[in-house]
């Protein structure tokens, strides 16, 4: 059984930073490309950053490239997304997920079989 535990999410001040951390249970954790993705209520789960299993190749949605950043210590079978300048817009709940490759589809939730909780980000103004 997989299992992702996401951490770090929390209220901040417009233009603050926080980091998020997913740790990901099982050995295979280096095999695998890996996602975050965030809800905000009443909308949909909206793609926020994807990297490949090596950490190279990296995505971003438009709204947070050059504020957000994705990488991966595969030692600890964690990914991180360090969020920097955060903006009211930013408030979500923020999950990762686990995908077999990366692909060109990786912005879509589908082709991610196994997400995390979630953990609650809220940036005040």
């Known amino acids: 059984q997989v299992q992702l535990v996401e951490s770090g999410g929390g209220l901040v001040q417009v233009g603050g930073s926080l980091r998020l951390s997913c740790v990901t249970s099982g050995r295979t954790f280096s095999s695998y490309a890996m996602g975050w993705f965030r809800q905000a209520p009443g909308k949909e789960r909206e793609f926020v950053a994807a990297l490949n299993w090596s950490g190279g190749t990296t995505y971003y949605a438009d709204s947070v490239k050059g504020r957000f950043t994705i990488s991966r210590d595969n030692a600890k079978n964690t990914v991180y997304l360090q969020m920097n300048s955060l903006k009211p817009e930013d408030t979500a709940v923020y999950y990762c997920?686990?995908?077999?490759?990366?692909?060109?589809?990786?912005?879509?939730?589908?082709?991610?079989?196994?997400w995390g909780q979630g953990t609650q980000v809220t940036v005040s103004s």
């Open positions: 997920a686990r995908r077999p490759a990366l692909g060109g589809t990786y912005y879509y939730t589908n082709g991610y079989d196994y």
